[in-house]
């Protein structure tokens, strides 16, 4: 009876992973159907292995079913190519035959079993093969996940190196207790085995548990730091624009008086000091540098405009090609993104000595808006720097532009990318347009 329940259980298991990598590497076509992919993948997974097996006990048959049957749900519910879907498919039933297979071998060469006797096979070692072949399945489909940049477990390097130092720390331990049963003439069935296995396969998973939720704090805690530089560039932003604003205001009301004194001036012939006046005005009360561009869209507006008044103040030389874009983005998420990309290539200019330059241009292009920002460069950054961490001392919270960057431009399913060409250093987004 016990080991029925442990079948069923590692099948449960298996059929998890299935259906969660699965949904997760294709994603859904509606939202709705995420859980209901789910389910249909899991649970027809699992009914149709639980009746084939009643009535004949040949795995081929039943995977290539299993396959055509996932397939089958993904073309309906999930994106994807036919070729992605099937490969979804496909891979997991390879893994964790690959898996199996040489799990299987390597303790049977560790108790010198054959690979029959191994399958057939019961007590602790059965229990560390079923263990074994799950773990590992589910850190395949994690990497592949990873590699596609699905897997949204923000576990930090030290966290992954605990779980694995855990991990093989107890399978050490259990096939040291196996070793030592067989050595001893113990029945590796007996009631201690099964529950020293058991205990082993536990501390693995409270382990897992609790990194999971140190992972979910972790992430927790950078969204809310995302979400406060987000706010804290945008409110700057509009209170500068406000602040422009309100000079303005003040400039027309007082341009009565202004005139005034100038007709006064020109009337006794003062034109030389009606002159003066004149620049006065112009150099002192109208020039306010922020007006560069003129989209319509305030955001955009008064973060380009700031950021080039900027780079006039530091002799970078800017060039500007702008259109009036339309896209759903929220005004927050907008000024966020444009304020860390302009202020990177800002700051990467102040550290040349050759030449100062940025480029921006903004325009519609197939269905999206393409944000491109250069900045001269007169070595590779990529070469030195590829995942453009930063140089700054307080690496978390300096850090966190870029992936504020890339937390907005996925949230509303554009596309990022950095590059490299003609000694510049290119930041190219796009980003849907409305409608």
Known sequence: MIWQICEYTATIIEYVIYADFMVRFLDVKKDKNKI?????????????????????????????????????IAFFLLKGTLFEKAFSAIILDITALFVSFISLTLLGMLSGNSLEEMIESRGMIRLLNLFITKVFLFAVTR???????????????????????????????????????????VDTDSPISLLIGFGLIAINIFTYILMKRISDKNRERENLLLDKAQNEAYFSQVTEYEKQLDDMRKIRHDIKNHLQCL????????????????????????????????????VIDSVINMKLLQCKNDNITTVVHINKVDTNIEDADMCALL?????????????ETKTKEIHIDIMPRKGYANLVVKNAISDSVLERNPELKTTKENVFIH?????????????????????????????????????
Not at 44 to 72: H, P
Not at 147 to 153: E, P, T
Not at 343 to 350: G, L, P, T, V, W
């Open 263 to 298: 007709a006064a001036l020109i009337s006794q012939n003062n034109n030389e000091q009606a002159e003066d006046y004149i620049n006065d005005i112009i150099e002192n009360k109208l020039d306010f540098g922020h007006y560069y561009i003129d989209t319509g869209n305030k």
């Open 399 to 435: 850090g966190i532009g870029m992936r504020s960057v890339s937390d907005i431009v996925k949230r509303y399913d554009g596309m990022l990318d950095f590059y490299e060409n003609n000694n510049f250093f290119i930041a190219d987004i796009w980003l849907p347009l409305k409608g």
């Open 36 to 72: 209901i992919s789910f389910f249909l993948i899991f649970l027809s997974d699992t009914l149709l292995t639980s009746v084939f097996n009643y009535f004949m006990n040949f795995e081929g048959i039943l995977c290539v079913i299993r396959i055509a049957l996932n397939i089958s």
């Open 143 to 185: 990497a592949i996940l990873r590699i596609r940049g699905k897997n949204n477990l923000s576990f930090e390097f030290t966290e992954v190196l605990g779980v694995s130092f855990i991990f093989a720390i107890t399978l050490v331990i259990g096939i040291g207790i196996f070793r030592a049963n067989l050595s001893a003439g």
């Open 339 to 351: 304020s860390n990309i302009l202020d990177n290539a800002i700051e990467a200019c102040s550290k």
